[in-house]
């Protein structure tokens, strides 16, 4: 059955450093997020991504995020200089079709520790 | 705007007893509602959702939910626990309308003893 991966399963950084969370959506797929929840918390919007494009962002999604697509089959989130409130289960998903009753498939995760 | 509630963050059955995990939700425009588990290690999977007709939605591995608009509930069901439903359980609601993103509760872990 075709899935969402995230890579990798869990990383660790220090505060102010680069990181990039890595999705490979459903092939077909062509609608992507990404949710981030913080321990304890909801689970959040960040983006959603079409054409190559940001479609919808929340208001956490700030100039320290960035999405790209940059080979036709990656979803990256990028966070240029991580602070300790980054640190959380970032979920990738993606949606055949943009319609709400479509089914979003989630990848497992991504943990970020800031430290 | 959109949102979820879950009360409580752990709920803990006995095997074979009756799952009862609640939800409800606040939307200014007709919701779309969903539950998803998410098993150890693994992503967010869809249990079941609600979209438009029928009220009483049957998901996989034996649960249910009920869309009660009067209640503003989207409560989840199962009649009896197995132990391999011991996971996180999330509510979620959506608007109708294109690339609408889910807006999560907070999540409900469900422990089921032996």
């Known amino acids: 059955e075709p899935e969402v991966t995230q890579t990798p399963s869990h990383q660790v950084t220090q505060m102010g450093q680069e990181v990039i969370l890595r999705c490979v959506p459903i092939s077909n797929h062509l609608y992507f997020y990404w949710y981030r929840q913080i321990l304890g918390q909801k689970v959040e919007f960040l983006v959603s991504f079409y054409n190559n494009e940001i479609s919808e962002k929340s208001e956490i999604f700030d100039d320290q995020f960035s999405v790209e697509r940059p080979d036709g089959s990656n979803f990256t989130l990028k966070i240029r200089s991580t602070k300790l409130e980054d640190s959380a289960m970032y979920f990738c998903?993606?949606?055949?079709?943009?319609?709400?009753?479509?089914?979003?498939?989630f990848g497992q995760g991504t943990r970020l520790t800031v430290v | 705007a959109q949102s979820v509630t879950q009360l409580g963050s752990h709920v803990s059955v006995s095997e074979g007893a009756l799952v009862l995990l609640r939800c409800n939700y606040s939307s200014s425009v007709p919701p779309y509602l969903f539950w998803y588990v998410q098993y150890p290690n693994q992503g967010l999977q869809l249990l079941l959702k609600y979209t438009t007709g029928a009220t009483l939605v049957k998901g996989i591995n034996g649960f249910e939910a009920e869309f009660k608009k009067s209640e503003t509930s989207f409560h989840l069901t199962k009649p009896s626990a197995h132990m391999s439903d011991a996971a996180e359980y999330f509510c979620?609601?959506?608007?109708?309308?294109?690339?609408?993103?889910?807006?999560f509760g907070k999540g409900i872990t469900l422990s089921v003893r032996p």
């Open positions: 979620a609601v959506s608007g109708p309308g294109a690339n609408s993103k889910l807006t």
């Open positions: 998903a993606s949606r055949e079709s943009p319609t709400a009753n479509t089914e979003a498939f």
